[in-house]
C-alpha cells in the first residue's frame, strides 16, 4: 500500500484505476546494449508504441530529453526513466548470447529521483541483482536502498527489476531465486516490480503472493512468434501480475503498433490470444517446455529417438536440449519443442504439411515437393529432413515419449486453441 500522495498520484497515470493493470514498453536498451535498427529508429518506434496505446514507457534521461514530448498530454502514456547503467547485456543482439563474465559486472546510477521527477517522470526504473552473495550484491542493496530514500522524500515511485545473474543463480533455481528477489525488492522499498518470468504460473503466483506490490513482467528476449509473447503475458496474468513490461518483444516486433495493441487488449480488454489472433476456437494439446525445471539429462532426446527410430543416440530426435553459452549464467537450459506455431505450415506452398485435428503435424507425402520451405521456416530449427521428406513432431499419438520421460516436468502437455487456417481438411 502506498502512503505517500505523490506517490498514488503518478502511479494511477501508470496503473489504470478501472483494473490497477499497466502495459509498460522499454525502450531503454540502446545505452546498454545492441545499437540495432530499434535504437536507431527511436522516435519512430516510440510513436507506434504511443499510437499502440502503452500506458506506460521506460526510456534513458538522455531519450527523455530529446523525445520526452512524446509522452506529454493527458492520454500519453507515463514516462518511465532508467536511473542506473549495468554493463552486462552490451555487444549482441541479445541480452543473453553477449554477457560478460560475472567478475566484470559494473551498475551505477545515472539519474537521481529528483532529476527524473523534473523531467515529469511518473516512476524510474533501477536494477537489483541477485545471485551473488557477496560484497557485490551488498552494495547494490545499500544502492537500491539510497533509491527508495530518495523516492519516498520526492514522492516518486520506485520500480525494481531484480536480475538473477550472480554465481548462485542455475537453471535449475532460478525461480526460487526470483520469488525470493520480489520480496527482497519490495523490503527494500519497491512500489512496482518489473521482473522475468519465472517459466510457469505456480511460481510466478508465489513470487506475486510473496512481493505484495504490483508485478509487471517483462518479455525477456525476443519471441520468434507473437503468440509466444502474448502466451507469456496471459500466463503471468493468470498467475496475478499486474501487467507488462516488454521491450524487445514490441520495438523488435515487425509492427510494434500492433504488439502493443495486441498486449492491451490482453491486459486491459479481456480478450484472450485466440480473439486477438482471429483464431477459432478449437482445442488441442501441444507440447511446452519449462525451463526453469530442466536439469539438461537430455532423456528427452533419447526417449524421442527409441521412440520413432531402432536404437539410441539423441541426433535424430524431434525436440533438442539447448545449453546455454560457456559463462552465460543467466539462461536456463532449454528443452526446444515443438510448439505448433505453424509457421511451417504457412510455409508449405503444396499444402503438404497441415496440424490434424488430434494436434499433429501430417505430413502427405504425395503433395511434398522436398523444398525445404517448413525446414527454413522453422523458428527452432526443428525439422531435419530423411530422404527429403521434412520429419516433424508427431506427439508419439497423442502420448509424448518426452514428456513421460521427464520426471522432473520440464516438457509438459498443455491445451491448445488452433489457428483455423492450420487444421487439417478432412
Ligand atoms: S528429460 Fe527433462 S530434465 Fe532431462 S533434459 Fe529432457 S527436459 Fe530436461
Known amino acids: 500500500m502506498v502512503r505517500c500522495p ?17 502495459v509498460c514498453v522499454a525502450a531503454d536498451h540502446g545505452w546498454m546494449s545492441d545499437v540495432t535498427p530499434n535504437v536507431m529508429e527511436l522516435r519512430r518506434i516510440l510513436e507506434l508504441v504511443v499510437r499502440g496505446g502503452a ?13 520526452g514530448h512524446l509522452l506529454r498530454g493527458k492520454d500519453s502514456p507515463a514516462m518511465l526513466i532508467r536511473a542506473d547503467w549495468m554493463n552486462m547485456p552490451r555487444l549482441g543482439a541479445s541480452n543473453v548470447s553477449n554477457v560478460l563474465p560475472v567478475v566484470n559486472f559494473k551498475k551505477m546510477a545515472t539519474s537521481r529521483a529528483r532529476d527524473a521527477l523534473l523531467m515529469g517522470a511518473s516512476a524510474i526504473t533501477i536494477y537489483y541483482f541477485i545471485g551473488y552473495g557477496d560484497e557485490f550484491e551488498a552494495i547494490n542493496i545499500e ?14 515511485p520506485l520500480i525494481i527489476e531484480p536480475m ?10 532460478i525461480a526460487e531465486i526470483l520469488i525470493a528477489s520480489g520480496r527482497i525488492a519490495a523490503e527494500i522499498g519497491a512500489d512496482a516490480l518489473k521482473i522475468p518470468y519465472t517459466g ?14 504490483p508485478v509487471l513482467v517483462l518479455g525477456g528476449a525476443k519471441s520468434d512468434v507473437p503468440r509466444d509473447a502474448l502466451e507469456l503475458v496471459d500466463e503471468a496474468l493468470r498467475a496475478g501480475a499486474s501487467g507488462t513490461v516488454f521491450g524487445r518483444n514490441v520495438t523488435k516486433a515487425k509492427d510494434p503498433e500492433k504488439m502493443v495493441s495486441d498486449i492491451v487488449a490482453l491486459v486491459h480488454g479481456g480478450k484472450t490470444i485466440a480473439e486477438i489472433l482471429g483464431e477459432r476456437r478449437a482445442l488441442g494439446q501441444r507440447l511446452k517446455p519449462v525451463p526453469t525445471q530442466c536439469v539438461g539429462c537430455q532423456l528427452c532426446e533419447v526417449a524421442c529417438v527409441r521412440a520413432h527410430t531402432p536404437g539410441y543416440g539423441q541426433t535424430r ?9 560457456l559463462g552465460d549464467e543467466l539462461s536456463p537450459i532449454r ?3 515443438c510448439t505448433l506455431c505453424g509457421q511451417c505450415v504457412e510455409a508449405c506452398q503444396p499444402g503438404a504439411l497441415t496440424i490434424g485435428p488430434d494436434s499433429r503435424l501430417v505430413l502427405e507425402r504425395n503433395l511434398c515437393t522436398q523444398c525445404g520451405a517448413c525446414v527454413e521456416a522453422c523458428p527452432f530449427d526443428l525439422i531435419f529432413t530423411e530422404n527429403g521428406y521434412p520429419v516433424v513432431c508427431d506427439l508419439c499419438e497423442g502420448d509424448p515419449e518426452c514428456v513421460k520421460w521427464c520426471k522432473r516436468g520440464a516438457i509438459v502437455l498443455t491445451e491448445w486453441k488452433r489457428r483455423a487456417r492450420h487444421v487439417h481438411a478432412e
Open 200 to 213: 510457469d504460473v505456480k511460481s510466478f503466483k508465489q513470487l506475486v503472493d510473496q512481493a505484495g506490490v
Open 335 to 337: 528443452p526446444v519443442v
Open 164 to 173: 538473477a545473474v550472480g554465481g548462485m543463480v542455475t537453471g535449475v533455481n
Open 55 to 67: 500506458d506506460g514507457i521506460l526510456i534513458s534521461f538522455g531519450t527523455a530529453v530529446r523525445h
Open 6 to 22: 505523490g506517490k498514488t498520484a503518478r502511479l494511477n497515470r501508470l496503473f489504470n484505476p478501472r483494473d490497477g493493470r499497466a
Open 317 to 325: 530426435a524431434r525436440l533438442r536440449i539447448q545449453f546455454p553459452p
Open 143 to 156: 544502492q537500491a536502498a539510497d533509491f527508495a530514500k530518495e523516492c519516498r522524500k520526492v514522492g516518486l
